[in-house]
């Protein structure tokens, strides 16, 4: 099967809604969507032995970013794999403990550490990453668009330097404000394999990118904008912004980023995810025509009946409004415990509720 030429893309909606063209309803999409929730997922994570052994695996990782789209009519696909993958291929020693989440046999804290660091290359250092992209997209045969991703420097950071998940960040705010040229140090060389990395993706298949902020909204409004936003901006103009003859629209998410909306929207960036505590009504009107938005139903609204969901979908709607710019989806990730047939109940939900606003 030939890898399907942009002429060929059969649903371009999520693409046209993130550059803001018309659509004919409003695309949808979930954050971890090919994730535990499902028994599928679970069957081949089984198969694979463990999570990075999913992740590194072609074959499983290309199965496990298509079993959404086999049970769900989503307007987008997103590649299968981990933020951490750059810091893992610095040498760090990725592991993941039951219950506990990932964590770095040797984390980052020193000046010596932070000196040893160098920009990874992608395409031979995370070729596992690029190889699953090409896979993913043939199979797809232009069936909806490939997302690729990464995490942001400062949420790559967190975890380098805390050597896992973290409450409080403290040892990273240590080194942020006693030491802020480490961290800034830090920042770059993340900054500049964030870069390589999804501008891989991007010429390996991926269609539009994302960037994933997770602890963005864990520091102050001034650190924000100097430790967070400032190497995001840098990585939207290090970024492709074409291929095939198509944009590539990129997508910058910061939960908890709420109050950081019209800066975000200068960053050059196609669209703003938005988590579930900003209304999505007043984040339009915050921002304007200068970027869409994506977003943002809260993921626990899940665990509800299917007509709670159905109502809480169309608030959502009903907030964005009409035209274009807007991609539905969560606020943040699904979550492990949700009814597949609830998330099913939300994109139908979608698809009913929406083609009115875009009339």
Known sequence: MSEAKPSELKNDRFLRALLRQPVDRTPVWMMRQAGRYLPEYRAARSQAGSFMDLCRNTELACEVTLQPLERYPLDAAILFSDILTIPDAMGLGL????????????????????????????????????????????????????????????????????????????????????????????????????????????????????????????????????FSLHYMER?????????????????????????????????????????????????????????????????????????????EVAAILAGFGQGSGHVFNLGHGITPKVDPEHAGAMIEAVHELSPKYHL
């Not at 804290?109 to 990874?120: G, H, Q």
Request: glycine share 10%; net charge negative.
């Open 95 to 226: 592991y993941f403990e039951e219950g506990e989440g990932p964590k770095f046999r040797k984390p980052v804290r020193t000046e010596a550490d932070i000196r040893r660091l160098e920009v990874v290359n992608s395409e031979s250092d995370l070729d596992y990453v690029m190889n699953a992209v090409r896979t993913i997209r043939r199979e797809l045969n232009g069936r909806v668009p490939l997302i690729g991703f990464s995490g942001s420097p400062w949420t790559l950071a967190t975890y380098m330097v805390e050597g896992g998940s973290s409450r409080d960040f403290a040892r990273c705010k240590e080194m942020l404000y006693s030491r802020p040229e480490l961290m800034h140090q830090l920042l770059s060389v993340l900054a500049d394999s964030v870069v390589d990395y999804l501008n891989a993706q991007i010429r390996a298949g991926a269609q539009a990118v994302q960037i994933f902020d997770t602890w963005g909204g864990a520091l102050s409004h001034s650190a924000y904008r100097e």
């Open 235 to 311: 990585i939207v103009a290090g970024l492709i912004k074409e291929r095939d003859g198509r944009p590539v629209p990129s997508i910058l998410f910061t939960k908890g980023g709420g109050q950081w909306l019209e800066a975000m929207a200068e960053s050059g960036a196609s669209a703003l995810g938005l988590d579930w505590t900003t209304d999505i009504g007043a984040a339009r009107a915050r921002v304007g025509d200068r970027v869409a938005l994506q977003g943002n139903l809260d993921p626990a609204i899940l665990y509800a009946t299917p007509e709670r969901i159905r109502e």
